[in-house]
C-alpha cells in the first residue's frame, strides 16, 4: 500500500505538471502560463524547473527525509516538477510523465529505505545520532509566531507575543494533565504557546484594515481561475492521496512538522501544519488566480488533515474535499485577503519566520547530532561548513546546511575508522 500511494503521487504530480495544471514550485507557477500560451517552448520550461528544483530535491529534501526516516513532500513533488516539465505535450507526454514520475516516487521510498539499511552495516552507525538534527525544532517551532509577529509589528509586538506565547507554555506544563470528571486531558505546552501566538498575530494582522479600493482579480483572469476550476477532480485525488499518505507516516509537509511526526507528537505536528497553511493561503491563491496553475497539494492544508486524522481512509475524504473547498472559493478567499491586508501580509512573513526559525534551530540540531557522532570532530565540521557556505554565496540554502553537514560527519568518521582514525564513543 505505501508503494502503491507513493507512486500514484508521483505519477499524478507528474502528469499535472505536464499538463500545466498545478505544480509544486512556488517560483515555477508564474512561468508556466508562458508555455501554455505558447511563449516559451517546452526545452525552456524544462530547463527552467529543472535549475529551481534540483538543487533543493539534493540539498533540502534527501537531508530532511534521511534525519527522520519519512519523506518530506518536496523530494517527490519537486522531482515532478521536473518529470512533468521534460516530458514532451499531447498524449505521449502524460503517459511517459506518469510512468516516469511513478517509478520516481517508489525509487525514492526504496532509496530512502536502502540508505537506512546500509547505514545500520557502517562501522559507525550513525542514524541513532542523526535523530538529535530535529530536537531543538520540536521545542522551538512555537516561537514562530512571535517572530512572524515582530516581522510584520516590530519587535516590541513580536516581544510581546513571545512573552504571552511563553506564560501559556508553562501555564500548560502546571495544569497539565487537565482532569475533567474522570477524563485526564494531556495539554502540550508547545501546541498551547503555538495557539496563544497564532491568536496574537491574527488579532494585530485583523485591525489592519485597507482603504484603498482593491483591485479584482478574479474578474481580470477569470479565464485562469476557470482553467483551474475544471482540473477539480484530478486535484481533489491528489489532496486525497497526499492527506492518507500523511496519515501513514509516510510524508511530510515541512521540515517542522516532519520533526515533530518523527517524535510522535501528531497533534502538534498537525497545528504546525495548520498554520503553515494559513501562511501559504495568500501566496497560492494570488499566484493561482493570476497564473491558472494550481498547487499539488493546494494551500497545504492535506498535511494538517492526515495528521489529525489518524485514518488514512477518512483522512483521504477529507483531503480531497478541502482541496476542492480551496478551489471553488478562490475568488472568496482573495477578496477576503484583500479587505484584510494585515492577513494577507502575515502570510509572507509567517514563511519568513519559519524559514529563520528553522535555519538556526537546524544548525543548531546539526552541531548537536555531528558532536554526538564524533565529539569535539563534529562541531568543528559544521560551524567550518556553515561559514564556508556563506563565503562560498550559499550554494546550500542555509537551514539544510546542519542536516547535510551531520550526514556528512557521518560519513567521514566511519573512513577515519577504517583506516583507524577513529574510535567511537562509548
Same mark, same amino acid.
Given at each position: 500500500?505505501?508503494?502503491?500511494?507513493?507512486?500514484?503521487?508521483?505519477?499524478?504530480?507528474?502528469?499535472?505538471?505536464?499538463?500545466?495544471?498545478?505544480?509544486?514550485?512556488?517560483?515555477?507557477?508564474?512561468?508556466?502560463?508562458?508555455?501554455?500560451?505558447?511563449?516559451?517552448?517546452?526545452?525552456?520550461?524544462?530547463?527552467?524547473?529543472?535549475?529551481?528544483?534540483?538543487?533543493?530535491?539534493?540539498?533540502?529534501?534527501?537531508?530532511?527525509?534521511?534525519?527522520?526516516?519519512?519523506?518530506?513532500?518536496?523530494?517527490?513533488?519537486?522531482?515532478?516538477?521536473?518529470?512533468?516539465?521534460?516530458?514532451?505535450?499531447?498524449?505521449?507526454?502524460?503517459?511517459?510523465?506518469?510512468?516516469?514520475?511513478?517509478?520516481?516516487? *517508489?525509487?525514492?521510498?526504496?532509496?530512502?529505505?536502502?540508505?537506512?539499511?546500509?547505514?545500520?552495516?557502517?562501522?559507525?552507525?550513525?542514524?541513532?545520532?542523526?535523530?538529535?538534527?530535529?530536537?531543538?525544532?520540536?521545542?522551538?517551532?512555537?516561537?514562530?509566531?512571535?517572530?512572524?509577529?515582530?516581522?510584520?509589528?516590530?519587535?516590541?509586538?513580536?516581544?510581546?507575543? #513571545?512573552?504571552?506565547? /511563553?506564560?501559556?507554555?508553562?501555564?500548560?506544563?502546571?495544569?497539565?494533565?487537565?482532569?475533567?470528571?474522570?477524563?485526564?486531558?494531556?495539554?502540550?505546552?508547545?501546541?498551547?504557546?503555538?495557539? *496563544?501566538? /497564532? +491568536?496574537?498575530?491574527?488579532?494585530?494582522?485583523?485591525?489592519?484594515?485597507?482603504?484603498?479600493?482593491?483591485?479584482?482579480?478574479?474578474?481580470?483572469?477569470?479565464?485562469?481561475?476557470?482553467?483551474?476550476?475544471?482540473?477539480?477532480?484530478?486535484?481533489?485525488?491528489?489532496?486525497?492521496?497526499?492527506?492518507?499518505?500523511?496519515?501513514?507516516?509516510?510524508?511530510?509537509?515541512?521540515?517542522?512538522?516532519?520533526?515533530?511526526?518523527?517524535?510522535?507528537?501528531? #497533534?502538534?505536528?498537525?497545528?504546525? +501544519?495548520?498554520?503553515?497553511?494559513?501562511?501559504?493561503?495568500?501566496?497560492?491563491?494570488?499566484?493561482?488566480?493570476?497564473?491558472?496553475?494550481?498547487?499539488?497539494?493546494?494551500?497545504?492544508? *492535506?498535511?494538517?488533515?492526515?495528521?489529525?486524522?489518524?485514518?488514512?481512509?477518512?483522512?483521504?475524504?477529507?483531503?480531497?474535499?478541502?482541496?476542492?473547498?480551496?478551489?471553488?472559493? #478562490?475568488?472568496?478567499?482573495?477578496?477576503?485577503?484583500?479587505?484584510?491586508?494585515?492577513?494577507?501580509?502575515?502570510?509572507?512573513?509567517?514563511?519568513?519566520?519559519?524559514?529563520?526559525?528553522?535555519?538556526?534551530?537546524?544548525?543548531?540540531?546539526?552541531?548537536?547530532?555531528?558532536?554526538?557522532?564524533?565529539?569535539?570532530?563534529?562541531?568543528?565540521?559544521?560551524?567550518?561548513?556553515?561559514?564556508?557556505?556563506?563565503?562560498?554565496?550559499?550554494? *546550500?540554502?542555509?537551514?539544510?546546511?546542519?542536516?547535510? +553537514?551531520?550526514?556528512?560527519?557521518?560519513?567521514?568518521?566511519?573512513?577515519?575508522?577504517?583506516?583507524?582514525?577513529?574510535?567511537?564513543?562509548?
Amino acid at each position: 500500500m505505501n508503494y502503491l500511494i507513493i507512486a500514484l503521487i508521483g505519477a499524478l504530480g507528474a502528469i499535472m505538471a505536464n499538463k500545466g495544471i498545478a505544480v509544486f514550485n512556488d517560483g515555477l507557477r508564474p512561468i508556466m502560463p508562458e508555455h501554455i500560451e505558447g511563449r516559451m517552448t517546452r526545452k525552456e520550461l524544462a530547463a527552467t524547473s529543472f535549475a529551481m528544483s534540483f538543487g533543493l530535491v539534493i540539498g533540502f529534501g534527501i537531508p530532511f527525509s534521511l534525519t527522520a526516516s519519512i519523506i518530506l513532500i518536496h523530494c517527490i513533488l519537486l522531482g515532478t516538477d521536473i518529470i512533468g516539465t521534460f516530458s514532451p505535450d499531447g498524449k505521449k507526454g502524460l503517459v511517459v510523465s506518469g510512468i516516469v514520475g511513478a517509478l520516481y516516487g *517508489v525509487g525514492i521510498l526504496v532509496g530512502l529505505e536502502g540508505i537506512v539499511k546500509a547505514f545500520a552495516l557502517l562501522p559507525v552507525n550513525f542514524m541513532g545520532s542523526l535523530g538529535e538534527v530535529g530536537k531543538p525544532i520540536v521545542i522551538a517551532f512555537a516561537a514562530f509566531p512571535a517572530l512572524a509577529t515582530g516581522y510584520q509589528y516590530g519587535a516590541k509586538k513580536g516581544l510581546v507575543n #513571545l512573552f504571552f506565547s /511563553m506564560i501559556a507554555r508553562q501555564i500548560a506544563i502546571i495544569v497539565s494533565p487537565l482532569k475533567v470528571g474522570t477524563v485526564s486531558i494531556n495539554i502540550n505546552p508547545e501546541g498551547a504557546a503555538l495557539i *496563544v501566538g /497564532m +491568536a496574537i498575530l491574527l488579532f494585530f494582522a485583523m485591525r489592519e484594515k485597507s482603504d484603498e479600493e482593491a483591485i479584482d482579480l478574479v474578474s481580470i483572469f477569470s479565464e485562469r481561475v476557470k482553467r483551474i476550476k475544471r482540473n477539480i477532480p484530478l486535484l481533489m485525488v491528489m489532496g486525497g492521496l497526499v492527506a492518507a499518505a500523511t496519515s501513514m507516516n509516510l510524508m511530510a509537509g515541512d521540515p517542522i512538522s516532519l520533526n515533530l511526526m518523527k517524535e510522535g507528537q501528531y #497533534l502538534d505536528a498537525g497545528f504546525a +501544519a495548520l498554520a503553515r497553511g494559513i501562511g501559504f493561503i495568500p501566496l497560492v491563491a494570488s499566484t493561482a488566480i493570476a497564473t491558472g496553475v494550481y498547487a499539488p497539494v493546494g494551500m497545504t492544508f *492535506v498535511f494538517a488533515i492526515g495528521l489529525f486524522v489518524r485514518n488514512p481512509i477518512l483522512a483521504a475524504i477529507l483531503g480531497a474535499a478541502a482541496i476542492g473547498i480551496e478551489v471553488l472559493f #478562490l475568488g472568496g478567499i482573495a477578496g477576503f485577503l484583500d479587505k484584510f491586508p494585515g492577513l494577507r501580509k502575515s502570510g509572507d512573513n509567517i514563511r519568513s519566520a519559519m524559514s529563520k526559525l528553522l535555519e538556526v534551530a537546524l544548525l543548531v540540531g546539526g552541531m548537536n547530532a555531528a558532536n554526538a557522532i564524533a565529539p569535539g570532530i563534529g562541531y568543528f565540521i559544521v560551524i567550518g561548513l556553515y561559514i564556508l557556505n556563506d563565503i562560498a554565496g550559499k550554494p *546550500v540554502v542555509r537551514m539544510a546546511v546542519g542536516p547535510i +553537514a551531520a550526514i556528512l560527519v557521518g560519513v567521514i568518521v566511519n573512513i577515519l575508522a577504517v583506516v583507524g582514525l577513529f574510535t567511537p564513543p562509548v
